[in-house]
């Protein structure tokens, strides 16, 4: 492969990459693809800032997707109760409590396969009151028609979730119970509804480099660069498919994180699911390469997450503070 062409201003986003040429930076000397990350880090944010999220699962497994990397899905024993979707004021006063921990953005993760037309006035309540607490909302239950996007929007959405996962060439080995297509067709109802994406995938399944390079092409391409990419470092779950894979190299993971931040530069890069495992050197590699995100409290949807005070440690040992929040109209 030849040496990765590299434009004048490659702080510039770009729609045209090819996968060849996001697997030639992965390729890159280590200390090379991270100082061009961080040069481009620098071009669009302030990189001692981080945007703080905090999740909430508001409807607990029982789904019907076979996604082999979750605890929530029905077609493994993972041990997880199934509960319902919860009432719309418990999860206000969840991002209340959230809120006043720090949070800027309160995230509502569902265990669905598709929104149902009959729980949306729920989920508005909830979306509308998160939004009058003065922080940005964001959701993630599974697919959307353009006119439920548009519902959510006008309830007060803010950001919407929906992960590629991986590669397209990887996809089949993960889940069989929708398509790749399928989550490119909610993205595109998202983005035409006028909300921003949310949208990255799971590294540690298996997959090869260059599926890893598939996925941040696929994100790459899209005509608007997803929001927020969140890279996810695979949790294993006991009794899912993919509990057995072999964990990503700490490296690798931050040439993940920097390739991203090089092929979608204005994106906020967090990184989501697997801080519980990564130590402080690594995470700071991280933020250096370009991630400038993260998810707070003990809590991700049914997993573990660094808790509030290693967090307060980690970010005063590295002096970096939270972004100030974009003040969110009410809705
Ligand atoms: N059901 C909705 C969906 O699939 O879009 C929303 C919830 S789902 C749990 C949100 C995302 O969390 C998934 O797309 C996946 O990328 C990530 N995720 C789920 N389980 C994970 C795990 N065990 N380790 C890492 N990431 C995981
Ligand atoms: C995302 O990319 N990661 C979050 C959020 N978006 C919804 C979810 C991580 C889930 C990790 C496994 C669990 O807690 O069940
Ligand atoms: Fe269901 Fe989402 Fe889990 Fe897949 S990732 S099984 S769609 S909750």
């Known amino acids: 492969m030849n040496a990765p062409f590299r434009p004048a201003d490659p702080a510039q986003p770009r729609h045209d990459w090819t996968l060849d040429e996001v697997e030639a930076l992965f390729d890159l000397p280590f200390t090379e ?9 620098r071009r669009w944010f302030d990189p001692t800032e981080l945007q703080i999220s905090q999740l909430l699962s508001v409807k607990t497994g029982g789904c019907p997707e076979n996604c ?3 605890a929530q899905s029905q077609h493994f024993k993972t041990g997880l109760a199934a509960s319902k979707l919860m009432d719309a004021q418990t999860v206000i006063d969840a ?21 149902k037309d009959r729980d949306l006035p729920k989920v508005a309540a909830m979306i509308s009151g998160v939004k009058a607490l003065g922080l940005e909302t964001c959701a993630t239950l599974g697919m959307l028609t353009p006119e439920q996007a548009k519902a959510l929007k006008t309830a007060g959405l803010d950001y919407y979730n929906h992960n590629l996962d991986t590669g397209p060439d990887y996809y089949d080995q993960v889940v069989t119970t929708r398509t790749y297509q399928d989550r490119l067709d909610t993205l595109a109802a998202v983005r035409d509804a006028g909300m921003a994406t949310c949208c990255g995938g799971i590294v540690g399944m298996g997959e090869t480099r260059r599926d890893r390079a598939g996925l941040l092409h696929q994100l790459a391409i899209l005509p608007a660069h997803p929001d927020s990419l969140p890279v996810n470092d695979l949790m294993p ?3 899912t498919p993919l509990a057995g894979s072999e964990a990503v190299d700490p490296l690798e993971f931050v040439r993940m994180i920097a390739v991203a931040r090089l092929v979608c530069p204005k994106s906020m890069v967090r990184i989501a699911a697997g801080r519980e495992h990564m130590t402080k050197e690594l995470q700071a590699l991280c933020f250096l390469a370009g991630a400038n995100s993260i998810f707070v409290g003990g809590r991700l949807l049914t997993t573990a997450n660094p808790d509030k005070d290693s967090d307060a440690a980690l970010l005063a040992d590295l002096k970096m503070r939270p972004m100030s929040p974009k003040v969110s109209e009410p809705a």
């Open 33 to 41: 693809l991270v100082f061009r990350a961080a040069e481009v880090h």
């Open 68 to 70: 082999g990397y979750c």
């Open 95 to 115: 991002a209340r409590e959230a809120r006043d921990g720090g949070a800027q953005r309160f995230c509502m993760g569902a265990a669905w396969r598709d929104l």
């Open 237 to 239: 779950i006991p009794g």
